[in-house]
C-alpha cells in the first residue's frame, strides 16, 4: 500500500541514495553510448557560499532541462564544480587565523596557503551538498574545483598562448582599489551605495604668464577634497562661455602651490556645480582619460592603505583620506578658498567583501588586451552561433563588448592562481608554464644564471571563470569529453554576470576552441522577497532555500534575519515584518514544492516575487497527484505492462489519452522553448485539472458500475495515465515522482528509475471524436460553475438547464451524461427548448448553447447593476495603475517593491475584469 502521505523529510534522502547507487547522473553511461551529447556547465558557487534562493532558481532551471534531455535518450553532462573565490575565501581563512592570533605576513605565503586548502577540505563542501539536498542531477563524480591540478595547469596555459598572441601586458593604470583587503577589485565586488554627503567649492586663484595671481579666481566643486593635492588641472566645457577666456591659463593649487592649467573639455558639464570640474588623473576614472586627452601629469597621492604619501605638503603626510578631508577644508577655509558648501546625496563606490570606500588607484597591473577577443565574440553572436534567450540580452552584451576596456586580470592576494611572470634584474620579465621553462627564457634573455623572481600576485578569479566550459573538460590535453560536449548546449545564469562571465567564456572559448563555448544563454531574472524588494542580508529579507525544504521555527528565523543587518537600528523592524509574515515559522515544504514554485514563476522578463503561500499551494498540488495514485491503488488500477492504450474504446478512456498526448507536446514545447513557467503551468492543469478534476471524478461511475470491459479498461487506462502524469511532472518535481515510480510497479518490477525513464511518446492518442464529446461536458460543466459564482447564485441551490436548439448529437450527449452532468453543476433537471427562456444566462459549450434558467433564483436586474459597479469600480483601478506605471517619474523614484506591488495589481484587476465582463454578456 502507498503511504498514506508523502514525507519528503524520509523520502528525499532514500531517493537520492539510488540515484547515486544507480549512477543515474554519469555521463557516457553504456546505455547512452552513441546517444546525441547535451551538456551544461554549471556556473560555479563560491566555494564559501551556500545556497541561497538565487542559486536554488538557477540550478532548478538546468536542472528541469538536464533531466528532460535525459529522458529525451540523450548523453547528458550536468558538470557541476566550485569557484576559489580569492578574496572572499581570503577574508574567511583570514579572520579564523586572527582569532587565534595569527596574521598572514607573519606566517608567510606557502603556510597561508596549507591553512587555506585545510579550511577548504573541511568546509568547502557545503554548497555542493545544499545542491544535492535540491535535487540537482549533475554528474558529481566529474566535481571541479577552479583551483584544483588540471584547471590551474588549464589557466596557465591560456595565460601563455595570449602572451604569445601579444595579448598580455603590464600597465601602469587606474583600477578599483580596496584599502582595507589591499588589492584591485572588479566592477562587479563594487557596489554603490548612496551617501548624504557634501559638495565643496574651492576657489583656485587664476595667474599670469609669470605666475602671480591676477585677481581672478575660477570655482571648482568637489565631493572629495582629500583629492585636490593631487590635482593636475581644471577642466571647463569648451563652450562654454563664462570660461572661454581661461582656457590655456593656469591657476595655482591651493595649499600645494603647483601651477596647473586650465583646460577645455567636454568632460565638464556646464549645467553641474560651477560647470568647472578639478581633475586629478590618478584617482578618478574620468579625470585619467581627461589626462590623457591632454597629457597631463598623473600624480599619486595615496597609499596603498589610503593614506597620505609624500607626494604631497609635508603637514597632510600620513593622514587618513577623511581625516585629510577635513584638515583640508578647515585649511582651505582659513586660506579664504572655501566659498561654500552643499549638501550633496550621491553614489559611493564601496568594496562588496570589505564593506569600505575603494580608491581609484594607479598601479602596475597585468592586463589582457581584449578588444580583438570582443570583436569575435560580437561576430559570432550576430551570426547566430549563439543565440540569447531572450534575445533582448544581446543588446546588453552587445553594448559591453563593443565598449570594452582592457581586462585587468592581476589581484593583490595569496589565494588564487599565481602569474606565471618571473622578473630578471634589470625588471624586466618572461612569461612560461612553469619554473624550468621560465629558466630556459631568463637564460636566454638575461644570460646564463640570472636571478629570477616571481610575481606574486595572482590572476582574476574570474579569469579561471572564463575557462569554465572546456577546461572542466581537460583541456589543454585532447580529451574525448573536450570532442564530445565542447560547444556545450547552454548556461543558465543572471542577467548581472553576462559582461563578467558570459562574454569572456565566449572570448577565451573563440581564442583556444575556435568555437562558442554555447549555442544558447538563457538569462533569468532576480528572486526578490515577498514586498518584491531585493534580498539582500543587510537589509534582513534574506530566505534561505533549506528553510522551505526543511522548515524552521520563528525565532529562528528572526535570528538569522537580523544577525547581519548593515544597521542594528532596523532590528526591531525587520523582527516585526518577520513576525507578521510568518507567524509560525515556516512549515517543512520539501524540495519539490520550492522547485516548481520557481519554475512556475520563472516567466521571461519577470522577477520571481517569493510566496510561501504559492510553496504552500504546490506541495498541495503535489499532494494532489499523490492522493490520486493512492485512489487508483484502492480501486484496483494496477500498472499492466501490456496495456496499449490505443486499444481504448470508451471514449472517457479515449479523450483522456488524447489530452495526455496534447500535454506531452505543450510542455515539451516549452520546455525546448526555456518557457519554465509555461511548462509547469502545462503539467500543472493537466495533473490538477484534467486529470485529478475531471479524468479520475468521471472515471469512478465506470470502475464501480460498469461491466468486466469497461472497468478492466478503465483501470488500466487510470494506471497508464498516473504513469506519464509522474513522467512528465518528474524534470520539475524529481522526489516525489521517483517515489511514485517506485511504489506504483505492481507485480512487475520497473525497468529503471523513473530518471533514466523515456520521455513519454504519446503520438497517435488523440481522438476527435471523443475529445468532442468529453471536452463539450467539461467545458459546459466548467462555465455553469463559474457562471453560478459569478451572478451570485447560493453555494447549495440547483438551478434548472435549457439546452437551446440542441442538435441530435447534443441530444445523445445529454442522455448519456445527464446525470453527471446534473450531479457535477448541480442541475435540478434539463430540457430542450427553441429559444432561451426569460431570465436566464446564455453559455457556448463546443458551438453548443444552453441557458441557465435563472429568474427566481436571483434578481437579474440588480445582479447587472452590480457587476456593472463592479466593473466600473475596477476600471477604475485599472485606470490608477496604468497612470502610476506609465510615470516616468514615479518608475524613477518609487521602490523596487512598491513597482512590482502595482504590476501585480494590475494583472489582477485585469485577470478579474475579463471574468466581470463574461457573466455580464451572459446576463
Known sequence: ???????????????????????????????????????????????????????????????????????????????????????????????????????????????????????????????????????????????????????????????????????????????????????????????????????????????????????????????????????????????????????????????????????????????????????????????????????????????????????????????????????????MEAAGRLVTIEKHKHQVPHGDRSGVPIEPFLTDQWYVNVRPLADRAVEAVRRGETRFVPQNWEKTFFDWLENIQPWCVSRQLWWGHQIPAWYGPDGGYVIARDEAEARTKADAKWGAGSAITRDEDVLDTWFSSALWPYSTFGWPDKTPELAKYYPTSVVVTGFDIIFFWVARMMMTGLFTQNEVPFRDVYIHALVRDEKGAKMSKSKGNVMDPLDIIDGIGLESLVAKRTSALADKRDIVHVTSETRKAYPNGIDRYGADALRFFLAAMAAPGRDVKLSIDRVKGYRNFGTKLWNATRFAEMKGCVRDPNFDPRTARIPLNRWIAGEAEKAVGEIQRAIEAYRFNDAAGAVYRFIWNVVCDWYVELSKPLIDNGDDAAKAETRAMVAFVLDQATLLLHPFMPFITEELWAVTAGSVPRSTLAALTAWPDLGGLFNAEADEEIGWLVDLVSQIRSIKTEVGVPGGAQTPLVMVNASPAVEKRVATYGDTLKFLARISEISFAPVAPKGSVQIIARGAVAALALEGVIDIDAEKSRLKKETDKIDGEIAKINAKLGNPDFISRAKEEVIEENRDRLEEATARRAKLQDALAGL
Open 1 to 331: 500500500m502507498i503511504e498514506t502521505t508523502f514525507d519528503p523529510a524520509s523520502v528525499e534522502p532514500r531517493v537520492s541514495a539510488a540515484w547515486e547507487e544507480a549512477g543515474a547522473f554519469r555521463a557516457g553511461r553504456e546505455d547512452r553510448k552513441g546517444a546525441a551529447p547535451y551538456s551544461i556547465v554549471i556556473p560555479p558557487p563560491n566555494v564559501t557560499g551556500s545556497l541561497h534562493m538565487g542559486h536554488a532558481l538557477n540550478n532548478t532551471l538546468q536542472d528541469i532541462l538536464c533531466r528532460f534531455e535525459r529522458m529525451r535518450g540523450k548523453d547528458v553532462l550536468w558538470q557541476p564544480g566550485t569557484d576559489h573565490a580569492g578574496i572572499a575565501t581570503q577574508m574567511v581563512v583570514e579572520r579564523q587565523l586572527q582569532e587565534r592570533q595569527i596574521h598572514r605576513r607573519d606566517i608567510g605565503r606557502e603556510k597561508f596557503l596549507e591553512y587555506v586548502w585545510a579550511w577548504k577540505a573541511e568546509s568547502g563542501g557545503t554548497i555542493v551538498n545544499q545542491l544535492k539536498r535540491l535535487g540537482a542531477s549533475c554528474d558529481w563524480s566529474r566535481e571541479r574545483f577552479t583551483m584544483d591540478e588540471g584547471l590551474s595547469k588549464a589557466v596557465i596555459e591560456i595565460f601563455v598562448r595570449m602572451n604569445e598572441a601579444g595579448l598580455i601586458y603590464k600597465d601602469k593604470r587606474l583600477v578599483n582599489w580596496d584599502p582595507k583587503l589591499l588589492t584591485a577589485i572588479s566592477d562587479l565586488e563594487v557596489v554603490q551605495e548612496e551617501i548624504n554627503g557634501h559638495l565643496w567649492h574651492f576657489a583656485y586663484p587664476v595667474v599670469d604668464e609669470a605666475g602671480n595671481e591676477t585677481g581672478e579666481t575660477i570655482t571648482v566643486a568637489t565631493t572629495r577634497p582629500e583629492t585636490m593635492l593631487g590635482d593636475t588641472a581644471v577642466a571647463v566645457h569648451p563652450e562654454d562661455e563664462r570660461y572661454t577666456h581661461l582656457v590655456e591659463k593656469k591657476v595655482k593649487l591651493p595649499l600645494v602651490g603647483r601651477l596647473i592649467p586650465i583646460v577645455a573639455d567636454e568632460y565638464s558639464d556646464p549645467e553641474k556645480g560651477t560647470g568647472a570640474v578639478k581633475i586629478t588623473p590618478a584617482h578618478d576614472f574620468n579625470d585619467f582619460e581627461v589626462g590623457r586627452r591632454h597629457d597631463l601629469e598623473v600624480i599619486n597621492i595615496f597609499t596603498p592603505e589610503a593614506h597620505l604619501d609624500d607626494s604631497v605638503p609635508e603637514p597632510y603626510r600620513g593622514l587618513e583620506r577623511f581625516e585629510a578631508r577635513k584638515r583640508i577644508v578647515a585649511d
